[in-house]
C-alpha cells in the first residue's frame, strides 16, 4: 500500500536502532497519573495508585493474524493495541499503559514503522493509555507485532473467567459476527484483485462490517456502564475466538453450564445479508468467527432488572449447573445443540 | 542440537495453540505473593503492594540476537528471561514476575518449545519469578522471543539513568568483557565446524567466558547488597550494549560528563588472555562488547567509605560537568581520549 504513495522509502539502517525507536516514539507523551516514567530508561515506571495491577501480553503475526496484502499498515497498528486493550477491559479494569515490541524483515521501511506507529498512536489517544516502553528489532522474515497491556482496578471490581454461578445471567455486548462476515468480503475481493488487478474491489455498502474487522474497538466504555448501574459481573471473557469457544471458558474456569438461546444472539442486519450472501448461517459467524471484541460476561439474576433494557447489553443465556452441560437452543424450537468450540455442521449451511 | 538426541518430533500442529501453550505452563506454579492471578484468564492480576511497578520487554531474534547453530534452545530461553531481569534489577527494583511471547515457524517441533521453556522454568526458579501470561503462534520464519518483566520497589529506591550529578561516584558490580569473548570462541569454533564437522571444537578451559555468554546471569542480588550498604544508587543502568554505551546514556540522562579510568575496568584474567589471543585490547571487549548484564551506577561521593573494599564493586570513574565531556583515561598516562559508543580505532589493536 505504501508503493501506491510513491513515497521515498528509507531504510531502517539509515536510523539505526536507538534512532528508529527515538524516531517513532519522540511524539508520545504521558497522559495518566499512574504513568511515572514512560520510555528511554531500562523499565518503565507504573505507580498502581492504590489498584490491582491487571497485565495482557499478544503477538500479531504476519501470514497469520493478518495479510499485508489488504489489511493497512495504520489498522494494523490500531487494531494490535485494541486487542489487547480488549483483554484489560474482559478483567472489568481500566486499560492505562502499553509496550510495543516489533520483529520486521528489512523489506519494512522506516515509513512502514510510521504508519504502523500512526495507528497505535491513534489508538493511545482514542483509548486514553500510554506508551510506555518496547523494543524494535530486525527479523528474518516477515513482521511480528507483541503488544502488552497494563490495567489497573480496584479490588472489588476485578471480573475473572471463574466466578459464574448456576442461574448466572450471559450478557453479551455490542453485535457479533460482523468481524468474520467482514473478513469474508475482504478474502473475496483480494482473491478477485489477485486473479485480476484491473478489477475494481467491490467494497460499497459493506462499511459496517469492514470496519468491524479492519479497525475493531475494544468496549473498555463498558466499565463505567457497569459501575453506574452497580453491577459487577461474576464472571468475564472478551470475544476474540467467537462465542462458543468463550462460553466453553467460562463454564470450564466457573465450573457451570451455559444454555444460548440462537434467537437472541444479537446481530447486525448487515451481518445477517452478508451471511446469506455467502450461503452461512449468521449465527455460525458469531459463535465461530470471533475477533468482534465485545465482551461476554455474567451478571447475578439479581441484576436482571438494572440490565434488561440497557441498549448496551444483550441477554442472551443463562449458567447452569456443570451437570447440565453447554448447548444451544436452536432458533424456534426447544431443540438442543451442544455447544462446541468448532464444527458447527448443522450450522454451517442454511 | 534437537537432531542429535535422536527424539521422536512431535508437530505443534498435533496439539494446536491451547494445547501448547497449557502443555508447555501446566508445570509453572505462583511463588510470589504478588502473582495473584497467572495463566488461563484474559490478563493476569498483580498486587503491587504498595510498591511502584516497574516494566520491560525486550525482543530476542533468531540470526540477529541468536545462532541456533551454536545456542542451546534451554540456554536460550534462560537467557531470554536474565536479559528482562537486568533491566528490572538496572531500576534497584525486585523482579518478580514475567510474561512470555514466542512466533516459531512450523520447523520448531513441541520438544524444542520444551527445551526453550525448560531454560525459563530453570531462570523463574533461579530468580524467584513467576511466569503470569503470554502467548504463542506460528511465524512466517525464524524464532523470536519477547519477554515482559515486571518488578516492585519502594519510591524511594527507584535508581533512574537521570539522577547522576557532577563528582558522583561511577561504579560497576562484576568482571566486564567475558561474554564478547565468549562469543569471539564460539563464532570461531562455529565457523571450524562449518568448514569441516568432523572437527572437534576446542572449547576447553574458556568455561568461564563460554558461560558468561551462554548463560549470563542478572545483578538482581545488587538491590539488597546496597540496601545492606545503606546506598542509594544516583543512577543506573544495566550493561547489555557495552560499557561505553552505556555510560553515554546516564550521560545524556543526568546531564553530566564521565571519566572512565581504562585501568580500573575490571576483567577477569581469562577475557585478558583470550583477548590477547585474538590480538585485541581487553578494554575493547568491555567497552564495546556487551551483554555482560553487569550493573553501573553512580552513587553520591560520601558513599565512598561504605563501598570502596567491598568484593562485588569497583570504581571506575566519576560525574563531571556536562561541558567536560565524556573521556576515557588510558592506562598507565594521563591521555585523554573521548567516549564515543563505537569505533575505538585506538583501541582495536594492540
Redesign the interface.
Known amino acids: 500500500m505504501l508503493e501506491e504513495k510513491k513515497m521515498a522509502l528509507t531504510p531502517v539502517s539509515q536510523l539505526g536502532e536507538f534512532g528508529l525507536i527515538k524516531h517513532l516514539t519522540d511524539k508520545f507523551s504521558l497522559k495518566n497519573s499512574s504513568s511515572?516514567?514512560g520510555i528511554?530508561?531500562?523499565?518503565?515506571?507504573?505507580?498502581?495508585e492504590?489498584k490491582?495491577?491487571?497485565?495482557?501480553?499478544?503477538?500479531?503475526?504476519?501470514?497469520?493474524?493478518f495479510n499485508l496484502g489488504y489489511v493497512p499498515l495504520k489498522h494494523l497498528g490500531y487494531k494490535a493495541v485494541v486487542v489487547n486493550l480488549?483483554?484489560?477491559a474482559?478483567?472489568n479494569?481500566t486499560p492505562t499503559?502499553i509496550?510495543v515490541?516489533?520483529?520486521a524483515s528489512n523489506r519494512f521501511p522506516v515509513e512502514a514503522f510510521d504508519e504502523i506507529y500512526a495507528g497505535i498512536a491513534l489508538a493511545c489517544e482514542h483509548y486514553n493509555v500510554d506508551l510506555?516502553?518496547?523494543?524494535?528489532?530486525?527479523?528474518?522474515?516477515?513482521l511480528?507485532l507483541?503488544i502488552?497491556?497494563?490495567?489497573l482496578a480496584n479490588e472489588n471490581e476485578?471480573a475473572?473467567?471463574?466466578g459464574a454461578k448456576p442461574n448466572d445471567l450471559l450478557v453479551v455486548t455490542g453485535d457479533l459476527g460482523g468481524a468474520y462476515m467482514g473478513l469474508q468480503i475482504l478474502e473475496r475481493e483480494h482473491s478477485v484483485y489477485l486473479t485480476n488487478p484491473n478489477m475494481q474491489p467491490e467494497m460499497e455498502g459493506y462499511d459496517y462490517i469492514l470496519e468491524r474487522q479492519l479497525k475493531p474497538e475494544a468496549r473498555t466504555d463498558i466499565k463505567k456502564t457497569l459501575t453506574e448501574l452497580d453491577i459487577t459481573p461474576t464472571s468475564?471473557?472478551?470475544i476474540s475466538d467467537g462465542l462458543a469457544s468463550e462460553i466453553l471458558h467460562l463454564s470450564d474456569?466457573s465450573k457451570v453450564g451455559f444454555r444460548l438461546y440462537e434467537e437472541k444472539i444479537p446481530m447486525d442486519t448487515l451481518t445477517i445479508t452478508t451471511a446469506d450472501e455467502f450461503n452461512l448461517n449468521p449465527a455460525m459467524a458469531a459463535l465461530n468467527g470471533g475477533e468482534d471484541y465485545e465482551l461476554l460476561f455474567t451478571i447475578s439474576p439479581n441484576d436482571y432488572e438494572k440490565i434488561r433494557n440497557h441498549p448496551d447489553f444483550t441477554i442472551i443465556g443463562h449458567a447452569t449447573e456443570l451437570e447440565q452441560g453447554n448447548y444451544l437452543v436452536l432458533r424456534g424450537s426447544e431443540q438442543l445443540t451442544p455447544l462446541t468450540a468448532q464444527g458447527w455442521d448443522a450450522l454451517l449451511s442454511k
Do not use: Y
Open positions: 511515572e516514567l528511554g530508561d531500562d523499565a518503565s515506571i507504573i505507580n498502581p492504590n490491582k495491577v491487571v497485565i495482557s501480553t499478544d503477538v500479531l503475526a504476519e501470514g497469520v493474524h480488549s483483554d484489560i474482559a478483567m479494569a499503559q509496550l515490541s516489533m520483529a510506555v516502553g518496547g523494543d524494535t528489532t530486525s527479523s528474518q522474515a516477515g511480528i507483541n502488552t497491556a497494563i490495567g476485578l475473572k473467567r471463574s468475564m471473557i472478551d474456569q
